[in-house]
């Protein structure tokens, strides 16, 4: 018995999802390493809609977001079977956090509703304290009910440490920031405009730190673009549609008439051969083959994403296994990937009510 609990407390899975929807808040589950399957051990709802996790650089410490009007973090650390608040939630400043993540000593915001970034200082001990620095974006595009203003989806370090990217759905563009390390303040080092409309969600570093992919959500496309790190430059060089050709007279990427594609996220292969995106609507997982190149995407298949809505995407890159958080239908279903031809293949699934999002420990 202390084997199995010892095996469970090292390969632990993290669930995040929408209290307000039936969510249990984030669910803590054992991964079998040989199998892929996930088991649940626990929930917390101590945090309302969890809806974004990240691990800290402390061992055993979770970060989550509140997706809500006041918009604010929790800190977590492993216990027992499973997660405990390390102190009480902080405000980031702005409302609808929709993403996080870590650049030491800060802990990086994302707001959605109010359409900025944030940092928030993260403690010797790991938990967090204020007050929030919050970088307020601008801006608008041409679709009138989804970017009236600005919308910030994402946050994150770029890999050489240097810059903040925040991807705007709103505005169309990407911010490459400079973060202060000693106060916080984020401030803004350049701008990349991409195809108004597009509304640009999610962003992912190819292992070779040169070129970066941005997963847009108003249209089904992928924007390949160069990144250079010494001048904190990001260049879009083509887009790649993610959706198969449809049969004569049907609906591309297989939806029914009228109904769109939402694509949400997207991962990277560790040995950078392929890229794998979940498309909501849809319910896709589409693979795209790098053999041509990273600045070369070529869509090479979909299979269905197990659920409906698929909000989220994350590769056990050790195990060649995809994750998805599939939001409507409440389950995270798992796949195991063919190493030659990085076709996922369905191999089960977990209820999680409202899943949102999935982080691997």
Known sequence: M????????EHRVHIGSFTSSGGRGITTAALDPVTGALMELSTTDA????????????IGV???????????????????RGLRPLG?????????????DVAWPWLLTAHYTSGGVGAVAITEDGSLT????????????????RQEGPHAHQVLPDPSGRWVLSVDLGTDSVRICALDEATGTLRTHSETALTPGN????????????VAYVVNELRPLLTVCRWDAEAGRLEPVAEVPLAVEAPSGAVPGGLEEGVRAYPSAAVVSLDGRFVWVAVR????????????GPEKPRLVGTVDCGGHWPRDLALDFWRNRLYVANERS????????????????????????????VLLG
């Open 47 to 58: 945090l309302a809609d969890p809806s974004y996790l990240v691990s800290g650089v402390h």
């Open 130 to 145: 204020g007050p929030p620095q919050v970088l307020q974006h601008h801006g608008s595009g041409p679709d009138p009910a």
């Open 2 to 9: 202390g084997d199995r609990a010892a095996d469970e407390a």
């Open 62 to 80: 979770v970060y989550a977001v509140s997706e809500s009007p006041e918009g604010t973090v929790g800190a977590f650390i492993g216990e027992g």
């Open 281 to 292: 609507g849809a319910d896709h997982l589409v693979t795209l083959s790098l053999a041509d």
């Open 330 to 357: 409440g389950d995270v279903t798992w796949f195991d990937v063919d190493p030659e031809t990085g076709r996922p293949s369905r191999a089960g699934s977990l209820p999680v009510p409202a899943a949102t999002c």
């Open 88 to 100: 009480a939630p902080v405000p980031v400043g702005g409302a609808g956090p929709t993403h996080l």
């Open 199 to 210: 509304g640009p969600r999610h962003l992912v570093f190819h292992p070779d730190d040169e």
